[in-house]
């Protein structure tokens, strides 16, 4: 699967919209652009995912470049809960398993 | 529902040894993951089940590691012969599989911390 660049921090103020962005140039036609997050001492948890169009879910948006060399997850209103490490992950043809970098770890001030 | 379960929750054991960690994953779910993940990292790809068989077991760093879910549901990933270098959380998980593969959201178990003294 192609490579993702994401920030290696961001910080936000609790209630405030939180834009975190992934560069992924080499993407292929074929990529799906996931994203997860992983909460202090859990397992990584699904967020959205998507391939052309921009998604929304309960969790958060997702918005993808026209030409899909870049993305961004959209949380609309921080909460504390969501401080977590998110991963930017591309899911292509090459097998089901997810290829997680270094992600992104989030803080939320109150 | 009930979720991805680990055991046990910490393993602490001492060079040389041999350990067994366990995962049941999500009732139904056919495809089984395991990864590892060291301290500040994301999780790294060990290997992929579906159904009985390992189809994949290209991340498993050499043959003190295997697998087995010889039912196609609850797995064991074994160790032999552990070392330090072993220790780190050993995450497990599971999707629906089939071949939407590439969009199939996969269902983490809270991992099994294992230290290597």
């Known amino acids: 699967d192609a490579k993702t660049t994401q920030p290696n921090s961001m910080e936000s103020n609790e209630e405030e919209p939180v834009h975190l962005p992934c560069n992924h140039s080499t993407i292929s036609g074929t990529d799906y652009i996931h994203w997860y997050r992983q909460l202090p001492s859990q397992g990584p948890e699904y967020v959205i995912h998507?391939?052309?169009s921009n998604v929304n879910n309960r969790m958060a948006s997702l918005a993808i470049a026209e030409d899909r060399k870049s993305s961004t997850l959209i949380l609309h209103r921080a909460t504390l809960r969501d401080a977590a490490v998110y991963y930017c992950i591309l899911r292509g043809n090459a097998g089901n398993m997810l290829t997680f970098g270094g992600g992104t770890r989030l803080m939320v001030k109150p | 529902g009930a979720g991805v379960s680990q055991t046990p929750s910490n393993k602490v054991t001492e060079k040389g040894k041999y350990v067994e960690l366990r995962c049941d994953p999500i009732s139904g779910h056919t495809a089984l993951y395991w990864y590892r993940q060291s301290l500040g990292q994301g999780p790294e790809f060990l290997i992929y089940?579906?159904?009985?068989?390992?189809?994949?077991d290209s991340g498993l760093p050499n043959d003190r590691f295997f697998a087995v879910r010889p039912e196609g549901s609850v797995s064991t990933l074994k160790i032999q012969r552990t070392e330090r270098g072993d220790s780190a959380v050993y995450l497990c998980a599971s999707s629906r599989g089939g071949t939407s593969g590439r969009v199939n959201e996969q269902f983490f178990g809270p991992g099994t911390r294992l230290t290597v003294l």
């Open positions: 998507g391939l052309t």
């Open positions: 089940f579906q159904g009985t068989g390992a189809a994949d």
